[in-house]
């Protein structure tokens, strides 16, 4: 199992980079044309790979904890006990982010289906991840709260808002292009968001250590975030037209003719 784990990791982590990569092309590039729908295939498959691995490596970890990180070694049961406590909270939390990546892409992806298939969101399969999100959401909040970990109560939040989010859009029969288009760019950004996140508090957790000391160190987990947020707002407001309240026609008043008599 640690082995399969270590394995796992690995190519998780190699996957990963070329996502992060892969990512800024579609954002940069002009929308729909061949950069920016080539390279964002890229991204979106190894977002789906990274999300797979992830899923499965947070499984290994809730099942054997201490067998994954520390093979045949003699462990304290007290230490071992706590530590397998730690890290099944921990996997928990990593199995909804993938959770969260995995059903963001797949949400983004079926949006440009809409053009020719309004049904494309609604499919049995797409709801029961959206549900599994809301319901792996809710356990990390649980954690969090039980815990007074504020780190999982944010990410909680963010993953009921956005299993909540895409549930509507799956029972939505009524598209305008620019939702189709919006929906697409929010969900693939949120899968963005999702891959900086793993990067800044996985990749630089060691060099920002000494940067960001004690509290300061949510900073990473919380900022692609922030930005991300900021970044579909804007697209919100760019496709997203708000309708224009007219005002209501003026009654013309009729005037009966009156005759008179000569």
Same mark, same amino acid.
């Given at each position: 199992?640690?082995?399969?784990?270590?394995f796992l990791l690995k190519t998780h982590?190699?996957?990963?980079?070329?996502?992060?990569?892969?990512?800024? #092309?579609?954002?940069?590039?002009?929308?729909?044309?061949?950069?920016?729908?080539?390279a964002g295939k890229v991204f979106s498959?190894?977002?789906?790979?990274?999300?797979?691995?992830?899923?499965?490596?947070?499984?290994?970890?809730?099942?054997?904890?201490i067998g994954v990180t520390v093979p045949?070694?003699?462990?304290?049961?007290?230490?071992?006990?706590?530590?397998?406590?730690?890290?099944?909270?921990?996997?928990?939390?990593?199995?909804?982010?993938?959770?969260?990546?995995?059903?963001?892409?797949?949400?983004?992806?079926?949006?440009?289906?809409?053009?020719?298939?309004?049904?494309?969101?609604?499919?049995?399969?797409?709801?029961?991840?959206?549900?599994?999100?809301?319901? %792996?959401?809710?356990?990390?909040?649980?954690?969090?709260?039980?815990?007074?970990?504020?780190?999982?109560?944010?990410?909680? #939040?963010?993953?009921?808002?956005?299993?909540?989010?895409?549930?509507?859009?799956?029972?939505?029969?009524?598209? %305008?292009?620019?939702?189709?288009?919006?929906?697409?760019?929010?969900?693939?950004?949120? %899968?963005?968001?999702?891959?900086?996140?793993?990067?800044?508090?996985?990749?630089?957790?060691?060099?920002?250590?000494?940067?960001?000391?004690?509290?300061?160190?949510?900073?990473?987990?919380?900022?692609?975030?922030?930005?991300?947020?900021?970044?579909?707002?804007?697209?919100?407001?760019?496709? #997203?037209?708000?309708?224009?309240?007219?005002?209501?026609?003026?009654?013309?008043?009729?005037?009966?003719?009156?005759?008179?008599?000569?």
């Open positions: 199992m640690h082995l399969l784990h270590d982590i190699a996957i990963g980079l070329v996502a992060v990569v892969a990512f800024w #092309i579609p954002v940069l590039a002009r929308k729909g044309g061949r950069y920016h729908v080539a498959w190894c977002m789906y790979a990274v999300a797979g691995s992830a899923f499965v490596m947070c499984v290994l970890v809730l099942v054997d904890p045949a070694r003699n462990v304290n049961p007290d230490i071992a006990y706590s530590n397998a406590a730690r890290m099944r909270t921990f996997a928990s939390f990593l199995l909804m982010l993938s959770m969260l990546v995995l059903s963001s892409t797949r949400h983004g992806l079926l949006a440009l289906q809409l053009k020719k298939d309004r049904s494309a969101l609604s499919g049995a399969t797409h709801r029961l991840l959206l549900a599994t999100l809301a319901l %792996t959401s809710v356990v990390v909040g649980y954690y969090g709260v039980t815990g007074g970990h504020a780190l999982l109560i944010v990410f909680a #939040i963010l993953g009921i808002s956005g299993s909540s989010r895409m549930l509507r859009d799956s029972f939505r029969t009524e598209w %305008t292009r620019g939702q189709m288009i919006f929906a697409h760019l929010q969900g693939l950004l949120s %899968t963005g968001i999702g891959a900086y996140t793993a990067v800044f508090a996985f990749g630089g957790s060691r060099l920002l250590a000494q940067l960001l000391p004690g509290q300061l160190q949510v900073i990473p987990w919380v900022l692609p975030s922030v930005i991300g947020l900021i970044a579909i707002r804007r697209y919100k407001s760019r496709y #997203i037209r708000k309708p224009v309240e007219r005002p209501a026609p003026r009654a013309v008043a009729t005037v009966n003719p009156v005759f008179t008599e000569a």
